[in-house]
């Protein structure tokens, strides 16, 4: 079994029940689980907070679903750093902000799959990464 990144979108669409996305994130989660264990980074886990009361909560809900929170690591922080830099010098604006390159380089480092519903970003900065579209 192996590790799956999950990106915050995929969870936001199950906890804020996302009519256009909830449908077909929870059938991804639960395939992905079938596959392997589920993970996500710091980044993920702070983009939460916002949907649930408090920690308690949050930290139930994950621990009910079986998703685990993966440390960052200093190889995480180095690869989502040059990975930026990249995105910058070709000319990309604010729009992409550090905690995306740091979910994506969590991913590389961590993970044998990212389940997301941005494709092209972490395809473009991440390309080794397999990517797994929600």
């Known amino acids: ?3 799956r990144l999950l990106n915050t979108s995929v969870l936001l ?3 804020a029940n996302d009519p256009k996305h909830v449908d077909r994130s ?3 989660l639960l395939q992905a689980y079938q596959q392997g264990s589920l993970i996500i980074s710091p980044a993920v886990y702070a983009e939460l907070v916002p949907q649930a009361r408090n920690r308690d909560e949050l930290d139930g809900w994950l621990q009910q679903v079986r998703i685990r929170v ?3 690591t200093a190889d995480h922080a180095y690869t989502a750093g040059v990975a930026h830099v990249a995105y910058r010098k070709a000319g990309g604006k604010r729009q992409r902000i550090l905690a995306d390159f740091l979910i994506g380089a969590h991913a590389f480092h961590e993970a ?3 389940l997301t519903r941005d494709r092209g970003f ?3 900065y991440f ?3 397999t990517i797994l579209p929600a």
Request: hydrophobic share 45%; glycine share 0%.
């Open 26 to 28: 929870e059938a991804l």
């Open 1 to 3: 079994m192996s590790d």
């Open 112 to 114: 044998d799959r990212l």
């Open 127 to 129: 390309s080794s990464l």
């Open 70 to 72: 993966s440390p960052f």
């Open 13 to 15: 669409d199950v906890l």
């Open 122 to 124: 972490f395809r473009r």
